[in-house]
């Protein structure tokens, strides 16, 4: 809960991440908080930053329908990080099976690692991939005439 409220330049700091106040503004408390109802939102800390909040949404716990953006952001960001990180221990989707090798043996980062590697992973996503239905769109609007309106 610290990084909703924390300086981003300085939390990347700490990871050897050089960025500006400008790469990634986000220093206000949300209007809205939406939560799962883990644990962590359970917490007499989270309480008390909830009552800082506007409103705050408690959506049932294991219906990732109803926080769509949010997983779709966890699947970009892992995405992004898994294809280099595989046979380091990344979990695939057959760790569940019978006989299948035990994944976790290979893990090699510490929780701070991987904390960069998320950070790096955001800022990408923030600031240098290329949106290309939103490229595609501004092409259209520059083609059209002024009888298309």
């Avoid at 981003?8 to 990634?24: H, L, M, N, P, T």
């Avoid at 953006?69 to 989707?93: A, C, N, R, W």
């Avoid at 800022?123 to 949106?131: G, L």
Wanted: charged letters at 30%; aromatic letters at 10%; a negative charge.
């Amino acid at each position: 809960m610290l990084n909703v409220i924390a300086d981003r330049a300085d939390w990347c700091k700490q990871f050897g991440i050089s960025i500006s106040e400008e790469d990634w503004t986000c220093d206000k408390l949300p209007a809205t908080m939406v939560t799962d109802m883990g644990s962590e939102y359970k917490s007499e800390n989270f309480e008390q930053i909830a009552e800082l909040s506007d409103k705050v949404i408690n959506l049932p716990s294991y219906r990732p329908e109803l926080k769509g953006m949010v997983e779709k952001f966890f699947d970009v960001v892992q995405s992004t990080y898994k294809k280099h990180l595989k046979g380091k221990g990344v979990i695939e989707p057959d760790y569940q099976e019978r006989g299948v090798h035990d994944y976790r043996k290979d893990a090699c980062l510490t929780m701070s690692d991987f904390e960069k590697i998320i950070l790096h992973c955001i800022i990408y996503y923030n600031s240098k991939r290329i949106i290309v239905v939103l490229c595609q769109e501004k092409v259209q609007v520059k083609q059209r005439t002024p009888s298309d309106f």
